[in-house]
């Protein structure tokens, strides 16, 4: 799912003070970054999509720079990472949560970090909770924002449920699916697996006529929550487009390959300091996926903004401030 930072303008002309790209294995590249103080405390952002990349670095000013040491990448196939999934012959086999997990421990040990404070946003929140629950030790802290776990019934909320909301638009959705000759009939089978199907097609037509129907969906189902319905700027990059509808539908098909489901190992991070902060008017991804989370989280804190949907400038406050307090644990 796509989210808007709302200083990426700004940051267009600034460079990090170190980047690079890492060779993780698979024949695969990662692009890193970093920002702040060598010396400050550790912390990790992971971008939300899968395939939204980091955009312009907006998400360096959720911290206090003087303090902490931002590290950023984009996630396999997407954005600078190669190779790019845009391309018909890069597989996706290789391209999963566990080995986005097994990157950012390479990424870690390559750039010498013993524990981070990590940072999740809308599918990177889900990558957040997967790694921390894997990694438990090299995590000190977790700040998830527009909170998700990618579990089977957010999928079908997202890509059909929803659609209760917006029936005209759902509708051109799924017609698009079911006049595509693949065999797809609505409530027989998922949309989203008949996407996928399409968004690996050997004909590009059918690629970019899928990715089209997506992206629109996409720009649909946010539009209550950030107050109008906007044409996302990113779509008209090709390449952007095709890898994210790629990505998404892959990942989303196979439950955000979550197994088991996140919400059933929190004991595993049960004590580690965390700070959930949603929308209540995010209709793509209701708060009761964070209200779930939280309750079986003791280490949490839930923060329910009423006024944002998917991400808001009330909402990006509060996630400032979640890192700010993350950090002086760690300082102070």
């Not at 939300?48 to 303090?67: A, E, K, Q, V």
């Not at 109008?228 to 998404?248: H, I, K, M, Q, S």
Request: glycine content about 10%.
């Amino acid at each position: 799912m796509q989210f808007y930072t709302v200083d990426d303008e700004a940051s267009m002309h600034e460079a990090p003070q170190a980047h690079g790209l890492l060779d993780v294995g698979d024949g695969q590249s990662i692009y890193w970054e970093e920002w702040g103080s060598p010396d400050g405390v550790p912390a990790l952002y992971l971008h939300g999509g899968p395939g939204g990349t980091l955009g312009s670095s907006g998400y360096r000013h959720r911290f206090d720079l003087t303090r902490t040491r931002v590290i950023g990448f984009e996630q396999r196939g997407c954005g600078r990472s190669l190779p790019h999934t845009s391309d018909m012959e890069t597989s996706l086999d290789t391209n999963t949560t566990a080995h986005l997990i097994s990157d950012i421990e390479v990424l870690r040990k390559t750039l010498g970090v013993e524990a981070w404070i990590i940072n999740g946003v809308s599918w990177g929140s889900t990558l957040a909770l997967a790694y921390a629950q894997a990694h438990p030790e090299r995590v000190t802290g977790i700040v998830l924002f527009a909170v998700t776990t990618t579990s089977r019934e957010e999928v079908h909320w997202i890509t059909e449920v929803v659609g209760k909301i917006f029936p005209e638009a759902w509708d051109r959705f799924a017609s698009h699916a079911e006049h595509s000759a693949i065999g797809f009939q609505r409530g027989q089978s998922r949309l989203v697996e008949a996407y996928a199907e399409l968004m690996n097609s050997p004909d590009p037509a059918t690629r970019e006529a899928a990715s089209q129907e997506w992206a629109l969906w996409e720009d649909t189902h946010i539009s209550i929550g950030v107050g109008r319905f906007e044409r996302d700027p990113r779509w008209e990059n090709e390449a952007f487009r095709l890898a994210f509808a790629r990505l998404t539908t892959h990942y989303w098909a196979n439950d955000g390959f979550c197994v088991p489901p996140l919400l059933e190992c929190m004991s595993r991070i049960r004590d580690i300091p965390g700070m959930l902060i949603h929308g209540r008017r995010d209709v793509s991804g209701p708060a009761n996926t964070a209200w779930e989370l939280h309750r079986n989280w003791p280490g949490s804190v839930l923060m329910i903004d009423d006024g944002d949907g998917h991400g808001g400038k009330s909402m990006v406050e509060h996630w400032s401030q979640a890192n700010a307090q993350l950090v002086a644990r760690q300082l102070d």
